[in-house]
């Protein structure tokens, strides 16, 4: 039975809150039909039975404790700012620690870095060994208190070291690998030869043979334990845990084959005469094969992960240093501290997130971004770790360091995004999870049917039937379809400047039949410039704009601001105006030389009795085109008319063309009157406008698309428009820049370019095809391969497949699945010809 | 009699194969009162492999991997959209969320390290 319950959420204070409300409560099962009120600050909810106090836990996780009458009002929160629970610490610094084994080392530690001068607070985590530290102190001071305390100290390892770590570590198993093949194979590859040849592989009781097979035997049991030992240790773990792997299949495989051949060697009385075969070369050029592919596959998926080893590779190593006298010098990048003044040269990357103090350059964003065009950065704009200055030299503050740079985000939301697994792998999921057991009794139960109803030598055959089912079956192939290729497709994606958040949002990006587009900021550059500038009365353009910009001064209207950006252009000289008067909903007007100038809508000229009949004309232009006109007059006299308009973007239209082409519906939805959007439509080449309606309600919009059976796509700025981008079968929020941290949308386009959409859709069919294409090859693989391992093709052709075959095909499979994925990487999202 | 006796081998093997992977209950799993448990990744199986912990606490998952195999690259919670990327010999928390009472697989990519967490 579920029950309705109303939560008060003081701490709930914007929409970013509410998402988070939800985003706690919609995992939790029995909950249901969650509405949430910001303004009241409530929640209301179904739930199965009467007994809220799951639901007021995960509140109270997500740090939104849900308690009717808690008092203070919480400080108010934006919409990008993160979960409490991924929260990281804006500034300070993290430092590995070694030594310390107890809580009373951990207050030895922290009260030697408190004391060093500048330390706001510091604290040490046992469990990790790590000491957080805020504050103005140098690490080289922090480490020098904590070794003068008798520990070891040093600056935490980031994502580079971490990688580095990791290449070193596969490449030494690469080696292992390597040495191991040759190993397997340099026994095998005689013992083949040997059989291949015509040489005997029967053993003969009481001859010379037995001697000699005998010393084989024990030969290959060296090497299966050297170059296969690691299958056979896992096999046993895994099965002690009641687990079984693709080692399991190995080691019951190789090892059944070699004791087998022990039995005809050392006993073999106990197998008819016809049977008496051994099987050596098998096990061992099984073991050699199952290690090539291996090694194979490790060099092929570290290729795989270039999209990560890329951006970590944008990473500056040091920085230069301004100290407070002037004096510079370069440190490591792991000594650079939030509020540090850093100075970056001509041709330099940024080596973190900061504040432009002096100086202005243009800086190339393209490698976060994807946006071709360098941006030009004077004191106060931002700059982003890892984009490179082009010109000027620059003196900046760090306001971000290590991983809270936004490039450190980039690659950790990366790295996430591309553990996930789309639906479309959940199939293969269920598969091989429990494939090797199956594997295993499709094995005996081949053996046996061999050895009770097959053609002598029944036992030989019936071995060999088990032996080359356990090989070839590859559990690999099925497991590695999927993320392998959602690997790629997401960091391909990244390369574009496209953040793909979710497998999910991959797969549904690739199904999607309809294109929702915000207009302001999507469609349009979101910021109105003047267009049309007419003077009446005698009055000149410049005057006319002048006077504009005079009476705007004061104004935070958009339309002011582009006013006043247009007089700036021009370099106008600033009139004197006095008296403002600002009518809400009509204009301003001031004093100027004796008398009353206005800036306004029509509506208010007309109020005014002021005739604007002279304008007629270029007023209508100015509208067709979706413009604004704003009308200026002195006392009772029409005297300019300036047209200012948010113009559409200019790749939109050809942008637009794209998602036709595609055979995608685009529709376009906005607050503004009808005909201002139908123009902006009109100018972008789409057909659909759904006008005039309330920010609230474009996310009504989208469930109506969506209820119609679309698969719906929304495109907007992800902070205005976060209902929306939540209630669409993937959000795409679009001209993020470096602000990544928008929740709302499955995907984000770090560039303002509406290609960027298109670009998404195309990797996303790409990489959805491809998992396509290796889980219908890894699943035929196995269900071909199977059979006719256990020998169904026998009645027919009279031929057995061989164990080494298996062993062979078994490790190509899974190069096979990697190498196909990594095709991905070659993949153009948007084709030379296509670009406008 | 070989024939019977090999027959009864294979037959007991099967057996085997389906009580040990797939009807076998643990009793014995490992404890998480104090809301951490850690997790060694090696030779192809998470030690321990079944996590008992109580409903209604956070819980993090210490995990150590020291297989280099790409295959221990990825730990992936089923049901919680936890996937995350392991270094190499160094701990790695994952935090978990309050869940409700149930089992929560966790596995490899390609499951074949698997585990399985009891929230009670």
């Not at chain 1, 308690?67 to 929160?77: K, L, V, Y």
């Not at chain 1, 290690?291 to 500056?316: P, T, V, Y």
């Not at chain 1, 497949?801 to 196909?820: H, K």
């Not at chain 2, 998480?32 to 850690?38: F, L």
Request: glycine share 10%; aromatic share 4%.
């Amino acid at each position: 039975m579920s029950t309705q319950i109303r939560l008060i959420i003081p701490a709930m204070t914007c929409a970013g809150c509410a998402r988070k409300v939800r985003a706690a409560l919609e995992p939790l099962a029995g909950v249901s039909e969650i509405a949430i009120d910001t303004a009241a600050k409530t929640v209301d909810l179904n739930i199965d039975g009467e007994d809220p106090t799951a639901v007021m836990m995960a509140l109270e996780q997500a740090g939104y404790p849900a308690e009717a009458d808690s008092g203070t009002a919480p400080e108010a929160c934006r919409m990008n700012d993160p979960l409490p629970s991924d929260h990281l610490p804006v500034d300070g610094m993290r430092l590995a620690i070694t030594g310390a084994t107890c809580a009373s080392c951990v207050r030895s530690i922290e009260t030697a870095l408190s004391s060093v001068p500048g330390v706001e607070q510091a604290s040490m985590n046992l469990a990790d060994h790590s000491a957080y530290v805020q504050g103005a102190a140098k690490p080289e001071q922090l480490i020098a208190a904590i070794e003068a305390v008798g520990y070891g100290a040093s600056v935490a390892a980031d994502d580079d070291s971490l990688e580095q770590e990791r290449e070193r570590s596969e490449q030494k198993l690469y080696r292992r690998l390597i040495r191991d093949t040759w190993l397997a194979l340099g026994l095998g590859a005689p013992l083949m030869a040997w059989m291949l040849f015509g040489g005997s592989m029967m053993v003969h009781a009481g001859g010379i043979s037995q001697l000699v097979w005998l010393l084989v035997g024990l030969l290959t049991l060296a090497v299966l334990l050297v170059a296969g030992g690691h299958f056979f240790v896992g096999a046993w773990k895994a099965a002690v845990h009641h687990n079984a792997n693709m080692d399991t299949l190995i080691a019951i495989g190789t090892g059944t084959a070699w004791l087998y051949s022990m039995v005809a060697v050392l006993a073999p009385g106990l197998l008819p005469e016809q049977a008496r075969h051994v099987y050596f070369e098998a096990s061992v050029m099984i073991v050699g094969f199952i290690n090539m592919g291996l090694a194979l596959e490790l060099r092929a998926r570290g290729r795989s992960g270039q999209a990560i080893k890329r951006l970590l590779g944008l990473r500056a190593t040091t920085a230069r240093r301004v100290e407070d006298d002037g004096s510079e010098e370069d440190v490591d990048i792991a000594l650079v501290m939030t509020g540090m003044r850093l100075r970056v040269r001509p041709g330099e990357k940024i080596a973190v997130d900061g504040v432009v103090e002096s100086g202005s350059t243009l800086v190339d964003e393209s490698m976060l971004t994807g946006e071709p065009m360098p941006l030009s950065k004077q004191a106060g704009d931002m700059l982003s770790a890892g984009t490179i200055n082009q010109q000027g030299s620059l003196v900046y503050r760090a306001t971000r360091v290590g991983k809270d740079t936004a490039l450190a985000q980039i690659i950790a939301l990366v790295k996430k995004a591309q553990g996930s697994r789309p639906p479309i792998g959940r199939l293969a999921d269920q598969v091989s999870a429990v494939f090797v057991p199956v594997v295993m009794l499709v094995a005996i139960g081949a053996a046996l049917v061999w050895f009770n109803v097959g053609p002598e030598p029944r036992a030989s055959y019936a071995m060999v039937a088990l032996t080359t089912v356990l090989i070839i079956a590859c559990p690999c192939a099925l497991g590695l379809a999927t993320p392998m290729s959602v690997m790629v497709g997401v960091g391909k994606a990244a390369e574009s400047g496209i953040l793909i958040r979710q497998g999910a949002a991959l797969q549904t990006a690739s199904e999607l039949t309809t294109i929702v587009l915000d207009k302001t900021g999507t469609v349009t550059q979101g910021k109105p410039s003047v267009t049309e500038l007419f003077g009446y009365a005698d009055w000149s353009r410049d005057r006319v704009l002048a006077l504009a910009a005079a009476l705007e001064n004061a104004s935070e209207h958009p339309l002011a601001f582009a006013v006043l950006e247009a007089a700036k252009e021009r370099s106008l000289a600033a009139l004197d105006v006095s008296d403002f008067i600002a009518e809400n909903g009509k204009g301003v007007q001031a004093n100027y030389q004796g008398g009353v100038a206005r800036i306004g809508n029509l509506r208010w000229l007309a109020d005014l009795g002021i005739d604007a009949d002279a304008a007629t004309a270029d007023v209508a232009g100015i509208t067709e085109q979706a413009g604004t006109p704003l009308f200026l007059t002195m006392d009772k006299t029409l005297i300019g008319v300036i047209g200012v308009r948010d113009q559409i973007k200019p790749d939109a239209r050809s942008a637009v063309a794209r998602m036709h082409a595609r055979g995608l519906k685009v529709v376009m939805i906005t607050g503004d009157v009808r005909s201002t959007a139908e123009a902006i439509a009109k100018q972008a080449g789409i057909e659909e406008v759904i006008a005039e309606v309330l920010p609230a309600d474009k996310a009504l919009h989208v469930r109506g698309l969506r209820d119609k059976g679309e698969r719906v796509a929304m495109v907007g700025d992800g902070i205005n428009d976060a209902p929306a981008l939540a209630e669409a079968d993937v959000g795409f929020a679009i001209g993020t820049g470096t602000d990544v941290a928008i929740e709302s949308a499955g995907i984000t386009l770090m560039g303002g370019s509406l290609h960027g959409v298109v670009d998404a859709i195309a990797v996303s069919s790409a990489t959805v095809r491809n998992i396509r294409q290796n889980l219908v090859g890894a699943f035929l693989y196995n269900v071909l391969g199977i059979p006719v391992a256990a020998g169904l093709l026998y009645p027919l052709t009279g031929m057995m497949f061989s164990p080494v075959i298996a062993g062979l095909a078994m490790s190509l499979s899974s190069v096979t699945v990697v190498s196909n994925a990594n095709r991905l990487r070659f993949f153009q999202a948007r084709p030379a010809k296509e670009v406008v | 009699m070989t024939n019977v006796l090999v027959n009864a081998a294979g037959l007991a093997a099967m057996m085997m194969i389906v009580w040990w992977f797939w009807l076998w209950k643990p009793s014995n799993a490992a404890n998480t009162k104090a809301g951490v448990i850690d997790i060694r990744v090696a030779n192809g199986t998470y030690s321990p492999a079944l996590i008992d912990s109580p409903a209604g606490q956070p819980l993090t998952l210490r995990v150590l991997r020291e297989d280099a195999s790409p295959c221990a690259e990825y730990l992936i919670v089923d049901g919680l959209g936890v996937n995350e990327a392991l270094p190499i010999d160094r701990r790695h928390d994952i935090e978990l969320p309050v869940m409700q009472p149930g089992e929560y697989r966790f596995h490899c990519q390609m499951n074949m390290y698997q585990g399985v967490l009891r929230i009670r």
